[in-house]
């Protein structure tokens, strides 16, 4: 067993900041869980692939949902070895061979799509070749008894509610088009949810978070970008948990920060609190909070959209003052099975089910527990409240 050097700082409950500790003893072992090999099934329609799949998140481990930002047409001739997605043939999903097409999908428990949202794909369509533009993430709050699929659409600058089925689009916040007032994202990034209904936004080209009521009401708004104490340099993912901390994976800034609603900083904001910093990880692109733990996916930082990393991404456990507990690395950072080139999105289900979203190879896989592995090292339930 090795060791993973994290950097922690806490800001306690009274708005001051202790000083850092160097996190030298956290253990860190090889990944608990197991591929399945070819679990997500093609599809598509011959001649094209899944594309950019950029996000996923497990209703239950026989409803599974994925988006994409358009499907890729395949080389002709197709080359050999090609096993369903492009990373098998060393292709990246790119703007020039990208058709929008079964941009929203849902598979069941073997990775079979069972649901595919076409009536939508016109909705993400975009010409942009450089920069973020259809889904980047998705989302159910474990509070709502509607199950409704939240959608972060970089595309229109929006975020959606459509209902569980795909048939309806129940609410949009946002008034569509880039913009830095309060009616206005500029490519949001991800949602977070309140057991009252509260929406929080990830206004990733803002660099704040935006809070909405259940009517998807304008609340209020905290951050401007910068890397001191409660600003942001690109907020990728939020969580939230049982006693309303909410979490920040603040990508470019390296590090997650750590915000509730309930400590007093009247120097930040009458109704929001800085309350931690976790800084020393290199990308974090998404974090899942159980009813103990925080777990965060960190990858290399090399290139856009980690194409080109340096080592597998690597998911950190920390407690809800964010100890270090444990650390592992998936299998590698190619395209043979296990490997993700870049993790984006994961999802975990109630089975501890582990299914993680790779853009750069266009695939999303499924992860269950190894035998005899220990629950220190594999993600708990969802917390308890949710």
Same mark, same amino acid.
């Given at each position: 067993?090795?060791?993973?050097?994290?950097?922690?700082?806490?800001?306690?409950?009274?708005?001051?900041?202790?000083?850092?500790?160097? &996190?030298?003893?956290?253990?860190?072992?090889?990944?608990?869980?197991?591929?399945?090999?070819?679990?997500?099934?093609?599809?598509?329609?011959?001649?094209?692939?899944?594309?950019?799949?950029?996000?996923?998140?497990? /209703?239950?481990?026989?409803?599974?949902?994925?988006?994409?930002?358009?499907?890729?047409?395949?080389?002709?001739?197709?080359?050999?070895?090609?096993?369903?997605?492009?990373?098998?043939?060393?292709?990246?999903?790119?703007? /020039?061979?990208?058709? $929008?097409?079964? %941009?929203?999908?849902?598979?069941?428990?073997?990775?079979? &799509?069972?649901?595919? @949202?076409?009536? @939508?794909?016109?909705?993400?369509?975009?010409?942009?070749?450089?920069?973020?533009?259809?889904?980047?993430?998705?989302?159910?709050?474990?509070?709502?008894?509607?199950?409704?699929? $939240?959608?972060?659409?970089?595309?229109?600058?929006?975020?959606?509610?459509?209902?569980?089925?795909?048939?309806?689009?129940?609410?949009?916040?946002?008034?569509?088009?880039?913009?830095?007032?309060?009616?206005?994202?500029?490519?949001?990034?991800?949602?977070?949810?309140?057991?009252?209904?509260?929406?929080?936004?990830?206004?990733?080209?803002?660099?704040?978070?935006?809070?909405?009521?259940?009517?998807?009401?304008?609340?209020?708004?905290?951050?401007?970008?910068?890397?001191?104490?409660?600003?942001?340099?690109?907020?990728?993912?939020?969580?939230?948990?049982?006693?309303?901390?909410?979490?920040?994976?603040? &990508?470019?800034?390296?590090? %997650?920060? %750590?915000?509730?609603?309930?400590?007093?900083?009247? $120097?930040?904001?009458?109704?929001?609190?800085?309350?931690?910093? $976790?800084?020393?990880?290199?990308?974090?692109?998404?974090?899942?909070?159980?009813?103990?733990?925080?777990?965060?996916?960190?990858?290399?930082?090399?290139?856009?959209?980690?194409?080109?990393?340096?080592?597998?991404?690597?998911?950190?456990?920390?407690? @809800?003052?964010?100890?270090?507990?444990?650390? @592992? /690395?998936?299998?590698?950072?190619?395209?043979?099975?296990?490997?993700?080139?870049?993790?984006?999105?994961?999802?975990?289900?109630? /089975?501890?089910?582990?299914?993680?979203?790779?853009?750069?190879?266009?695939?999303?896989?499924?992860?269950?527990?190894?035998?005899?592995?220990?629950?220190?090292?594999?993600?708990?339930?969802?917390?308890?409240?949710?």
């Amino acid at each position: 067993m090795h060791k993973v050097f994290l950097v922690l700082s806490v800001v306690v409950a009274s708005g001051l900041v202790v000083a850092p500790a160097l &996190m030298q003893d956290m253990p860190s072992g090889p990944s608990p869980y197991d591929v399945v090999d070819g679990w997500l099934k093609p599809f598509a329609s011959s001649g094209y692939s899944f594309g950019s799949t950029s996000a996923v998140f497990a /209703e239950s481990p026989d409803r599974i949902f994925i988006a994409q930002r358009g499907e890729n047409r395949l080389p002709d001739p197709v080359p050999p070895g090609f096993q369903g997605f492009l990373g098998s043939i060393g292709v990246r999903p790119a703007f /020039e061979s990208r058709v $929008w097409q079964n %941009v929203i999908f849902v598979v069941d428990g073997d990775g079979n &799509m069972i649901e595919a @949202w076409t009536q @939508w794909d016109d909705m993400f369509q975009s010409d942009a070749e450089e920069g973020p533009s259809g889904i980047h993430k998705i989302k159910i709050s474990p509070f709502d008894p509607d199950r409704k699929l $939240w959608v972060a659409d970089t595309t229109n600058h929006q975020v959606h509610a459509f209902s569980n089925d795909g048939e309806e689009l129940v609410m949009s916040l946002g008034a569509g088009g880039a913009g830095d007032d309060n009616d206005h994202f500029d490519t949001p990034f991800d949602m977070a949810f309140l057991a009252d209904g509260s929406i929080f936004v990830a206004d990733n080209g803002n660099s704040r978070i935006m809070k909405f009521d259940a009517e998807g009401n304008f609340v209020t708004t905290w951050g401007v970008n910068g890397s001191g104490r409660g600003e942001f340099d690109g907020p990728h993912a939020l969580a939230t948990d049982s006693i309303g901390r909410i979490y920040v994976a603040d &990508m470019r800034n390296n590090r %997650v920060q %750590v915000f509730n609603e309930t400590t007093r900083s009247v $120097w930040y904001h009458p109704n929001i609190s800085p309350i931690a910093t $976790w800084p020393g990880f290199e990308r974090p692109t998404d974090i899942y909070a159980t009813g103990y733990d925080v777990w965060i996916s960190d990858n290399s930082d090399a290139g856009p959209q980690g194409a080109n990393p340096t080592r597998p991404a690597r998911m950190v456990k920390l407690d @809800w003052n964010g100890n270090p507990q444990f650390s @592992w /690395e998936l299998p590698g950072f190619g395209a043979d099975a296990g490997d993700v080139t870049f993790l984006h999105q994961f999802s975990i289900d109630e /089975e501890k089910n582990f299914y993680t979203a790779d853009p750069p190879n266009g695939r999303v896989q499924k992860f269950v527990p190894r035998e005899g592995a220990s629950f220190l090292e594999t993600f708990g339930a969802p917390d308890s409240s949710q």
